[in-house]
């Protein structure tokens, strides 16, 4: 079985500072790794992705994401925040490779308070 | 670009009552997935549809059902509602490349 774990439940960050959001996953099998933002009362919106290639991901809104086979992580990192990215972040896994049709299997999420 | 859709946004119903939530997926998507958030949790993955049948089941409660219709629509279908029934609902779907969309959800509130 897959697991995710978001080290951080809460990051407060003051605008403009650097961030990283830690993510750990547990698997057997080949995954695939997301990164998913939820601003209040809204879905779900995908950041970025790891499939195959690139360890180094890079997704909307000036986030990237290194994927680490040995250390089982997948870190979310922005240079330099904004008031905007105030939110809510899920790390993600699903099976690979698939037919199209797997679960994802998503983290317990961080919350991400970025202050003027 | 046309997005996965929900319906209705909001829902509120009376325990032991049911409720439909409707998801319509993007258009081409052959597969839709059913996720539950309850509040200030993760979501978690109810169900999904492949071509029209079930490719995979997860935290599903016996009182729910779900199906997906030939135009590959989705409908939840949920009976006797409980007060631990009140969460966001969404709906994915994909089209064969592993990246699931997600609708905007409904939000159930069982009284």
């Known amino acids: 079985a897959q697991s995710v774990t978001q080290l951080d439940s809460q990051v407060p960050v003051f605008e403009e500072a650097p961030v990283e959001l830690r993510c750990n996953y547990s698997s057997s099998v080949s995954v695939y790794l997301f990164w998913y933002v939820q601003y209040p009362n809204q879905g779900l919106q995908l950041l970025l992705k790891y499939l195959s290639g690139s360890t180094l991901v890079k997704g909307i809104n000036g986030f990237e994401a290194e994927f680490n086979k040995s250390q089982t992580s997948f870190h979310l990192r922005k240079p330099s925040v904004h008031i905007s990215d105030t939110a809510e972040y899920f790390c993600?896994?699903?099976?690979?490779?698939?037919?199209?049709?797997?679960?994802?299997?998503f983290g317990a999420g961080t919350r991400l308070a970025v202050h003027p | 670009a046309a997005g996965v859709i929900q319906s209705p946004r909001h829902l509120i119903k009376e325990k032991r009552e049911t409720a439909t939530l409707k998801c319509y997926p993007i258009p081409r998507h052959d597969t839709v997935y059913w996720y539950q958030q309850g509040p200030g949790q993760d979501p978690q993955f109810l169900i999904s549809?492949?071509?029209?049948?079930?490719?995979d089941k997860g935290s599903i409660p016996d009182r729910f059902s779900a199906q997906q219709f030939s135009d590959y629509h989705s409908e939840l279908n949920m009976s006797s509602l409980e007060l631990g029934d009140s969460a966001l609902y969404f709906c994915?779907?994909?089209?064969?490349?592993?990246?699931?969309?997600f609708g905007p959800g409904t939000r159930l509130t069982v009284l």
């Open positions: 994915a779907s994909s089209s064969g490349l592993n990246e699931q969309f």
């Open positions: 549809f492949y071509e029209k049948m079930q490719s």
């Open positions: 993600a896994v699903s099976l690979a490779p698939s037919g199209g049709y797997n679960k994802l299997i």
